[in-house]
């Protein structure tokens, strides 16, 4: 007979009331302690970090980096304080980073300050240790290292060895320098890191005739981000580490010709985060798009495996990679990981969305011989598979798939398989464009979608789960009956800890002006809930309205001007890990709920915060 299933967890905390404070806030009976603050070392070639912002890019390169997002927790020896942090390094603020800010001289900017700007990007891996309830970094363990946006790494599957990614760097197309804008993370079955690049389109520039995918993907046409294709041609510049963020083809020799660089970019990129002499692996087979995260589906033996990323810009997709291989539960613990990846990441389809109104919905796979809307293949359109993943999104758009307010993360009830898609906000969505899924014009709060795969078929059911507001909001709006206990608005980290508790963050745009009522009453947030407990008066599982809000409750606020995001928990669930970026003043102490004194500035730093209760006892019962 099966083990009856476990009753839900019960949430035993009170929710936070809204705050706006320079400092974070946890419920009564917690702690919260800064973990690797933006440019702590790593290992002795880095000196510590200096307030007045005069570390070196070497230092850079050997230490944590900037904006802290996704991260995962990898335990050794199954250990909840011993383990192993994989992190992404968004991106940076400039200000911040640098003793006066980016400089410019005639147009070009310093080397220096872009090689430190590089280094401040990518993913890290470093060990992490709790002793006496204190968690750290063990400075110079072998495992620490970091990826930035000059690692070398492989590239695998359809795209890697095609004539799209041939460069001076990799003349055979199988290998690229660097990742960036690692925003969202995941996971595999098999004990890898999966970090995934977004927004990375606007680093590079190409001031001829874009091509379609570049047009559609945003990257730049007279300038980059940061400007860092402006210091090519100095006499230090080492194998066009500059020049390549400029990817105007060249009528000069092959050598110096970077058209293709940008496209050994926007992917998932898996890491062993155990073995610190293998490379970061770009797998093409999971789509080129601003990947937010790619969270993998519960495996089951003999099934496919299978990993959802939302591609977050407004308007934008979500997508589903099937493995062609069948999950073997050996491959849970496999002597080389990243040939494990190779066996489910490299070969199998990637499949878009389309949300129907009537709550269906349909998976449609991203073949040549796929048909599209209007009667050709995709195999037509683009020629081979190489091409259709560097065009994932003319692809999508091709076959139909359903316009979505911003995918952000994605996340898996461990309990019943069901997926979870936070939908951030878009504020252009017109009253034209609605749709079942995208129910609301000017969404400037956002929604969860969560969807029941159909078993073995392409097909799905789905519902909203909850629908962000502010709690003074009209009913129209506020349908999930939110209260100043628990409004919110851009959901956007997101996962299910093993007890099925679903948390989710917000990043509602508090740096950029405080401009919806959310961000008029409360800094960004953590809330928790068990859905599995959330139904209505006849107890169907339903999701979140006036009658059962109460269940969805305020776990942590962030100080002034940051963004809450990634979060990760110890096997034994007693720390949670998130992260703080791009705070405004802060943090002032390594405890993280205290404030800098009224008058006081300090150097902001993004930075991890690990919740622990004060007696040592399981985050969030
Ligand atoms: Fe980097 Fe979509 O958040
Ligand atoms: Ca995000
Ligand atoms: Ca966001
Ligand atoms: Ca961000």
Redesign the pocket.
């Given at each position: 007979t099966p083990a009856p299933a476990p009753s839900p967890p019960t949430l035993g905390f009170q929710s936070l009331p809204n705050s706006m404070t320079d400092a974070a806030v946890v419920p009564a009976g917690y702690v919260a302690h800064i973990l690797g603050a933006w440019g702590t070392p790593l290992n002795s070639l880095a000196a510590e970090w200096k307030s007045d912002g005069t570390n070196t890019s070497t230092d850079q390169a050997n230490a944590t980096g900037m904006h802290h997002?996704g991260l995962h927790y990898f335990a050794l020896n199954n250990s909840s304080s011993d383990g192993l942090l994989a992190i992404n390094f968004?991106y940076i603020d400039q200000d911040a980073l640098h003793p006066n800010g980016a400089t410019l001289s005639a147009g070009k900017r310093p080397v220096e300050e872009v090689r430190k700007e590089i280094n401040a990007h990518g993913t890290g891996v470093y060990r992490v240790r709790r002793s006496a309830g204190r968690w750290s970094i063990v400075k110079d363990d072998a495992h620490n290292r970091r990826f930035t946006s000059a690692t070398v790494m492989d590239l695998a599957g359809p795209v890697a060895g095609s004539p799209y990614a041939v460069t001076p760097f990799s003349p055979t197309g199988r290998q690229t320098r660097g990742t960036n804008n690692n925003?969202g993370n995941g996971y595999t079955p098999w004990g890898t890191y999966l970090t995934c690049e977004?927004?990375w389109a606007g680093y590079f520039r190409n001031s001829g005739t874009r091509s379609a995918d570049q047009d559609r993907l945003g990257v730049g046409r007279s300038s980059t981000r940061y400007g860092w294709d402006t210091a090519a041609g100095d006499a230090s510049e080492v194998d066009g580490e500059f020049a390549r963020w400029n990817v105007t083809p060249s009528g000069a020799s092959a050598a110096e010709d970077y058209r293709n660089e940008a496209n050994t970019f926007g992917y998932v990129v898996e890491i062993d985060p155990y073995d610190p002499t293998t490379r970061a692996v770009k797998r093409t087979a999971l789509g080129r798009f601003a990947h937010?995260g790619a969270w993998p589906g519960n495996v089951k033996a003999g099934q496919p495996v299978s990993f959802y990323s939302g591609d977050?810009s407004r308007f934008e997709y979500v997508y589903r990679f099937v493995s062609e291989a069948l999950w073997d539960p050996a491959d849970a613990a496999p002597s080389n990981r990243l040939a494990t990846g190779a066996k489910y990441l490299d070969r199998g389809t990637l499949y878009v969305a389309r949300f129907n109104d009537d709550g269906t919905g349909a998976w449609l796979a991203l073949r040549e011989d796929s048909v599209t809307r209007d009667g050709r293949t995709l195999g037509a359109i683009y020629g081979n598979l190489a091409n259709i993943i560097l065009n994932t999104r003319g692809a999508a758009d091709a076959l139909g798939a359903t316009p979505m307010d911003r995918p952000?993360w994605t996340t898996v009830n461990p309990l019943n398989g069901e997926i979870y898609l936070t939908l951030t906000n878009n504020s252009q969505r017109t009253a034209a464009q609605l749709n079942a899924a995208n129910p609301r014009a000017n969404n400037v709060n956002g929604h969860i979608i969560r969807w029941a795969e159909d078993a073995g078929r392409d097909s799905f059911k789905w519902d909203i789960f909850v629908f962000g507001s502010d709690a003074g909001a009209t009913a129209e709006t506020n349908r999930s009956g939110l209260t100043a206990l628990n409004q919110f608005a851009s959901p956007?980290g997101m996962t299910f800890d093993s007890r099925g508790i679903l948390w989710f963050q917000t990043?509602n745009g508090i740096d950029g002006g405080r401009s919806n009522a959310v961000a008029q009453s409360t800094n960004d947030q953590m809330l928790a809930v068990v859905p599995a407990a959330v139904k209505n008066a006849a107890g169907a599982q339903t999701g979140i309205d006036a009658s059962n809000q109460a269940l969805l409750r305020r776990f942590f606020v962030g100080p002034n001007e940051c963004e809450v995001t990634g979060v990760t928990f110890t096997p034994d669930n007693t720390s949670v890990f998130i992260n703080i970026q791009h705070p405004g003043n802060w943090p002032y102490d390594t405890d993280a709920t205290l404030a800098a004194p009224s008058g006081v500035r300090v150097r902001p730093r993004s930075s991890t915060v690990v919740i622990q209760k004060a007696d040592g006892g399981a985050i969030g019962v």
């Open positions: 997002d968004e925003c977004e927004n937010e977050d952000e956007d990043d």
